[in-house]
């Protein structure tokens, strides 16, 4: 059951251009948490920045949560402040996770910051049996730090990177296309840019291939009180569905994401 | 407990404490249960309710702001049938105080709802929105117009025996004189404030944030404004009154209390804290016993001149 | 400067750059002096000045509010003779354009106040505080009545033909109609919002903690409700807007500027930063610059629908 | 010419029971100080808390301006953890100090936090041939840290703490009442609680001797552009001065405290 708990951070630091890795302790909701859920924070203790901010769960192991998160504004810069042993107010884990599939050559598609939720969920599919290919779009080299993590878990991790400073010079999805033989995968998740997970969307719906994405939105409560993160999933749905709640992940084709 | 006498009996509707969470933060309820117990809360005041469903406002919903945030959720509801078969019984299981809060095209659609709860057990009172500033056609004018707030009060109180509890929007230049016309309806609790309208806008954009354009300011920024129009109504009209806006712990509850609220709600702060009505319920009767109160009652209106 | 054209003029309120700094935020000027070089200001509209001389009201006079501030100075000011001979002078050495801010009790001594004005030399504009809410005889009646509004507005027109700029307050049903009745008077330009009116409670004494009960808040608070109620007047009103509320860096301003405002002033934000006028400034003309854009006119009213 | 500076940190350390001592550079700030008049800082970077904060500045010595304060609320709670090299948001110097008398013999009475002007008075009055006697009223020897700094410029310091665990048992105005000779003195400098500094002025008014006070209030701007820290000196005063421009340092028998 998730819960609103005080974690103990345990590092915090700077991996990459704006971006940054924390560890931390809690113990509930280490045991608890899933691929592609979330935790909910509050940073700072004042009225500015007043509401808590989502942040996937990056990887789980022994008791130990870690994120990676890119500092674009004054909740992640505050976020960035703390220090090793501050507690950590923190709900969670929220939200509904990516389905774990069994025995399969599964795809991980991720962008930028978007590759945070890939990682626990590759560690989960390997203890799975599948074969995991990680394809990860970034900016430049200095973005790449999850790259090890994955190799170190027996993943193959391939790169993309908009400068070419590694890897293939481009987008993500270019590698994608390019590289990965349709036929060689029966499973994909992604996370990252809309754009990006359409492309993604697009090259398993030409494939008849099944897979899931997770989507953003703002959020207040994170938990489906508030009904303030909602969105239709194809503009043709009657309904929102609510994404802290209904998702973050979604099946590949129910989402539409062109507006 | 035992020592202070926490409860409050706010026009009729009991409640064991003066801690109720607000409409449309809350859910129905069950969101938050592995965050607080809900048994312990002073009144559940459920979301916005309208006699059909409503699929809501077109996102963004949300955005935050200094020490506040805007919201255009547009009363997303599934229609009050559909709430008291479903929604309802699980709440009533947990044996909760639960408030209907309430929201009409027209004085007979507010009648209509509340002949519809008021033949179903299961509420304790009736909070009627007649200020929610997001969905044209469901609010705005009842709450600003004395003469329609004074129709639509009389005309619910025709349907039920429950409190009714008008819920004042502070979008308004005389916030009395909506209060007085409440009263004269036949009003039995006044619940005040309701968020106030605002808009935030995206420069890279350059369009309004909120797929709405306007939203509900709530927070702790509007504390100020509702605690004065609360202050302002005490002094003139003799109701009991559900007082928040904006209050995010125990000192703010006071001040609420202090300038005349006999009960307090909580919205956005629980949002920011899940457990923050049983934080201040706590911190409440923690304060009256360092003070020597017998009952919370004793503060209604201590600072008012 | 040079690239692009920063100037504005206000209904015929010529101003070098679209940034003041608001009235009874920096004084007469000099208090800032040495933190901001007060030439580069767009106009400096001073402390809010009547008739006689007034002391103002009985501290506490501010409170800070969450990410706001509450005021009652009480227009404490020197009254408008002592105003115009002692404080004025030094002012107009500096080439500032300068703004006077005026209350008064009745239609009459905003007249005649206005008259006294127009016979000295050094104004550029009349800034028409008809929204104060501190002083009981001194605003609130005449900002929130439409009637009152034009009547004020007419009578100080008839005096001068400096520009006149009613300030509007926030504290009112519907914006709309207090504007179109300024407009009526004949107002040249709008200046929105005054403070919303708020109170905050001492819970220690169990008082008001400000002497005077109520007081104006002001700052990042209210900018969503300032926001809201200029991008409301700028789709009705065909009338120039000097936007402000809660303004604390350029982004802010941009904000502003695409809701419909010309011009942004700026108050509670100089006291967290005295030199913010100067660097708002800059941003926006970085950000015309990097936009390719000529002219700040360019941007107004960019996110209204 | 006071001016809006950027400091930096150089340290900031718990002195005593909430109480801290913040060293920082800011050189012009430094250079223009007098006794008694006080900073402005902005303390975080968000929107709440919004309001500088008036801090006396408690020494300057080589460029190293020292603050004394205690944490009582958010905005000293947060400047609490500012650490070295930080930059401080400061505006100063601000405010009327002391008049600086010279050959005389003083005697500086301060209470608790408000013993912070009279260490920067009592150097300056050191230099100018004064004797100065400084008498501190605190809670408890935990908040006497000052002590050393007193009697290292060569005054004679003398405590009072109401649980008598150093010095004098009791208030310091009796410490005064009972140890100081009257005609031994010729000029009072006090700031501390309003009780403590109506019982010193209540002691100078008795033996006809001249001395200033520093008072509080809430401030905004701190430069007298806002009038918001308005306060009539005796309740007879046609008129309001304002703290922060006017003061906050008055002679003492300007002020009639009882309201
Ligand atoms: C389910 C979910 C998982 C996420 N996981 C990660 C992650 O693992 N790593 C990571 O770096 N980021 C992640 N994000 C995005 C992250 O929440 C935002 O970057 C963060 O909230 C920005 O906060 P800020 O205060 O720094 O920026 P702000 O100054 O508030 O805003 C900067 C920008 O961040 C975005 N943003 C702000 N608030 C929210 C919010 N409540 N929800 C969504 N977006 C917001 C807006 O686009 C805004 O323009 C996730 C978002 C969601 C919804
Ligand atoms: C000229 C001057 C010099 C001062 N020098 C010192 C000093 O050297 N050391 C020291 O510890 N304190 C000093 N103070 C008091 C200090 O300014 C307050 O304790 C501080 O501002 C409290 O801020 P806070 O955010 O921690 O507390 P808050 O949470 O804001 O409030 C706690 C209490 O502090 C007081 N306070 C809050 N804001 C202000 C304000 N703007 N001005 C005055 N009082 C306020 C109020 O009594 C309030 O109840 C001085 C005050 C003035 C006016
Ligand atoms: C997301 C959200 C949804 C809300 N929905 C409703 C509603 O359905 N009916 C209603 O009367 N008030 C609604 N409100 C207003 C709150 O009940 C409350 O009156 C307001 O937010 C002010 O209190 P606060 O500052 O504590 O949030 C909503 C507020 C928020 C933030
Ligand atoms: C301390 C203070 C004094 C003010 N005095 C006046 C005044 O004399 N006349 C007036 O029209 N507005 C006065 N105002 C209102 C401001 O000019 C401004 O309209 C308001 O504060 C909102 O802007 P802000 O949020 O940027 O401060 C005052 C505001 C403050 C904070
Ligand atoms: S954030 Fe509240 S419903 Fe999703
Ligand atoms: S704090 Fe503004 S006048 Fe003193």
Known sequence: MPACSSGIVRSNKKVGPDLWEMEFTALALAREAQPGQFVHIRVGGNQDPLLRRPLSIYDVDAGLITLLYKVVGRGTEILSLYSSDQPLDVMGPLGKGFSLVQDRRVLLVGGGVGIAPLLFLGRELKVRNNKVIVLHGAGSKEETCSGPKFTGLGMEYRIATMDGSLGFKGLVTDLMEREIDPKSIDYIYTCGPEPMMEAVAAFAARNNMPGELSLEEYMACGVGACLGCARKLKASDPSYVKICHDGPVFPLDSVNIAP | ?305
């Open chain 2, 1 to 305: 407990m035992g020592l202070v006498d926490m409860s409050v009996n706010l026009g009729g509707l009991q409640m064991q404490n003066p801690v109720a969470v607000a409409s449309g933060t809350f859910g129905y309820g069950r969101e938050y249960q592995s965050y607080i117990d809900i048994r312990k809360i002073g009144a559940v005041i459920v979301k916005g309710t309208t006699l059909e469903p409503r699929c809501g406002n077109s996102p963004p919903r949300i955005y935050e702001t200094p020490a506040g945030m805007l919201n255009a959720i547009g009363l997303e509801n599934p229609g009050i049938e559909v709430f008291l078969q479903e929604y309802l019984p699980a709440l009533m299981e947990e044996g909760v105080t639960i408030v209907a809060n309430i929201a009409g095209n027209s004085v007979d659609e507010y009648a209509l709802i509340t002949r519809i709860i008021d033949n179903h057990s299961g509420i304790a009172a009736i909070e009627l929105n007649i200020s929610c500033p997001n969905v044209k056609q469901g609010g705005m004018q009842f709450g600003t117009d004395p003469r329609l707030v004074r129709q639509v009060v009389e005309a619910v109180k025709q349907e039920t025996r429950l409190p009714v509890i008008p819920k004042l929007s502070p979008n308004v230049t005389d916030i009395v004189s909506i209060a007085k016309a409440a009263r004269d309806g036949g009003a039995d609790a006044l619940s005040m404030i309701n968020t106030l309208m605002g808009m935030a806008v995206d420069i890279d954009r350059k369009t309004p944030v909120l797929g709405n354009v306007f939203g509900g300011l709530s927070g702790p920024a509007i504390k100020p404004v509702a605690l004065r129009m609360i202050y302002q109504v005490y002094k003139e009209v003799n109701l009991p009154i559900l007082g928040g806006g904006g209050i995010s712990n125990t000192r703010d509850a006071l001040e609420f209390i202090m300038v005349g609220a006999s009960a307090i709600s909580i919205g956005t702060g629980n949002f920011v804290n899940p457990s923050l009505a049983q934080e201040i319920t706590q911190g409440l009767e923690k304060y009256l016993l360092e003070q020597g109160l017998a009952q919370i009652h004793d503060l209604v209106g201590a600072a008012v001149q």
